[in-house]
């Protein structure tokens, strides 16, 4: 399967706690995105990098979100102390054009 | 601000039938549109896309309809399946930006 990949398919944690998730775009792809979907919204866009430079972040992005993608390959979003205000889908995207290509997404749930 | 706006929260129709989803955006300076599908506990899969330098793409049983003036887009499954049974969500973006912009999506029920 050479579609994007994303890990943890679920993920539930306490108020507080940290959380990782991984991605992992197609391989030829140096776009990569993060978006998060709640109930009853379309995905809202988190941020976006080329290749390893993060290039934009959503206002949405706070101090405690941060995402990397050290060698412009795979990519990790981190959230620090979550809330329950965190929970959501947290979705990939890879691209080399126009069409953004979604994973399955990482499912949160902060208690 | 919601930029893209799907108004049908839900829509039924027969198999066989057609299906039309529709969607409206504000911001002129989008260029490009994109209609995702989405069954739950996945990911949104691309349908089909049109710039704004036309008006109509066509993929088999699918057609996306651009009328830039209205600003509206709208798109077309003939004949519905049950497989059509899904969330649609319309998508928009401009040149030199990466964000794309969703609406809220509609869910397609197919009736068999």
């Known amino acids: 399967d050479t579609g994007v990949s994303q890990d943890p398919r679920h993920k539930i944690t306490k108020r507080g706690q940290n959380v990782t998730f991984r991605c992992d775009p197609i391989s030829e792809h140096n776009r990569l995105y993060w978006y998060r979907q709640t109930l009853g919204q379309g995905p809202e866009f988190l941020t976006y990098?080329?290749?390893?430079?993060?290039?934009?972040k959503s206002r949405l992005l706070s101090d405690r979100f941060s995402a990397e993608r050290p060698k412009g390959s795979f990519s990790t979003l981190e959230i620090q102390r979550t809330e329950q205000g965190d929970s959501a889908m947290y979705l990939c995207a890879s691209s080399n054009g126009q069409v953004r290509f979604f994973g399955p997404g990482t499912r949160l749930t902060v208690l | 601000d919601q930029q893209v706006k799907q108004n049908s929260p839900s829509l039924s129709v027969q198999e066989g039938r057609i299906s039309i989803l529709n969607c409206d955006y504000t911001?002129?300076?989008?260029?490009?549109f994109l209609w995702y599908k989405k069954y739950p506990a996945e990911g949104p899969t691309f349908l089909i896309s049109i710039s704004s330098i036309k008006d109509k793409n066509e993929d088999g049983r699918f057609t996306v309809f651009l009328n830039k003036s209205a600003k509206h887009l709208s798109l077309h499954i003939v004949p519905s399946q049950p497989g059509d049974s899904a969330v649609y969500f319309c998508?928009?973006?401009?040149?030199?930006?990466?964000?794309?912009?969703f609406g809220t999506g509609t869910r397609l029920t197919i009736i068999p």
């Open positions: 911001n002129s300076m989008f260029d490009y």
């Open positions: 998508a928009a973006s401009f040149f030199g930006n990466e964000k794309l912009t």
């Open positions: 990098f080329q290749n390893e430079a993060q290039l934009e």
